[in-house]
């Protein structure tokens, strides 16, 4: 029986270590991606402060009436929801799909929903949440070009009065021990800049002829900047989640190591007293 044990208990070791061995690997790839998506934030992060504040005068300078900045009067609600493609990331998705939901919950009727990344798409499929549109397959560093095509598609539904408003709820990074969920509105604009009517700033050509592409422009740049600081969170928790398996594996061995021994040590014990009684019965 001894024997039987031991047995086990080294299968038990082997498989643990097994996975030792993987989530190891994967807080490397983790740390190593956060990284470079980290250097890409830090300086799109200046670009997104910059450009805002040049929004905000738009905001503020705009003589005429426009469906960006004084609202199309849609009732409805578009909350876009940035989750990533892949799992093992602690509680990354599931505390943007809980903030989602939490949101959405309370004008039900009059919301709808834009996801980004698979995993979003699966949690709102099990909470009976119907989305728009989907968009997956994200790279580890967000380009344009993904940004780009989640921006026309909500223009598209904003130029139409399919939605009066729209919000983006995502992880916003602070650091690799902090990253928070966050809900901000995109449209229509609102002005961030308290200073900005000090200041007389004039554009050419006006401010209402450029507002159709200068809105482009923006959106694309906060979307961007949102879906970075949403990869940068999902890098920075999936590293922490796996230091923490990796942790808990080390416990697991250590415990398993001296069951191990002792099991060992038993059985060795056993079977010389086992011989030592078969020695002096045969006295």
């Known amino acids: ?19 030792q061995k993987i989530t ?7 740390t190593s991606k956060l990284r470079k998506v980290r250097n890409k934030l830090e300086l799109n992060d200046k670009y997104s402060q910059s450009f805002s504040a040049v929004i905000s005068q738009f905001v503020n300078g705009a003589e005429e009436n426009s469906i960006y900045i004084h609202g199309n009067k849609g009732r409805k609600k578009l909350y876009i929801t940035l989750n990533s493609d892949t799992g093992l990331c602690g509680g990354f998705n599931a505390n943007v799909v809980n903030k989602a939901a939490e949101t959405i919950a309370k004008d039900k009727e009059n919301s709808l929903l ?16 119907k989305t ?5 397959d994200i790279p580890d560093v967000p380009t344009l070009q993904e940004a780009s095509a989640i921006t026309y598609k909500v223009l598209d539904m904003y130029r139409n009065s399919e939605v009066g408003e729209v919000y983006v709820i995502y992880t916003k ?13 995109i449209l229509p604009l609102e002005s961030k800049d308290s200073e900005v009517k000090k200041r007389f700033v004039k554009f050419e050509p006006s401010i209402d002829e450029m507002i159709d ?12 900047n949102f879906m970075l600081h949403s990869k940068a969170s999902e890098q920075g928790s999936r590293m922490t989640a796996m230091d923490g398996a990796t942790k808990n594996a080390n416990e697991l061995l250590d415990a398993l190591n001296l069951k191990y021994n002792r099991e060992r040590q038993s059985a060795i014990t056993q079977e010389i007293s086992e011989i030592v009684g078969g020695a002096e019965a045969q006295k």
């Open 1 to 19: 029986m001894a024997g039987a044990g031991l047995v086990a208990i080294k299968r038990r070791i082997k498989s643990i270590t097994s996975t």
């Open 24 to 30: 190891k690997a994967m807080g490397l790839i983790a």
């Open 114 to 129: 834009l996801s980004v990344g698979q995993k979003g798409r699966m949690y709102f499929n099990r909470l009976n949440f």
């Open 132 to 136: 728009t549109a989907e968009y997956v």
């Open 173 to 185: 990074f602070y650091s690799t021990v902090k990253q928070v969920v966050t809900v901000e509105k």
């Open 213 to 224: 592409e200068v809105i482009v422009m923006q959106l694309k740049q906060q979307i961007l």
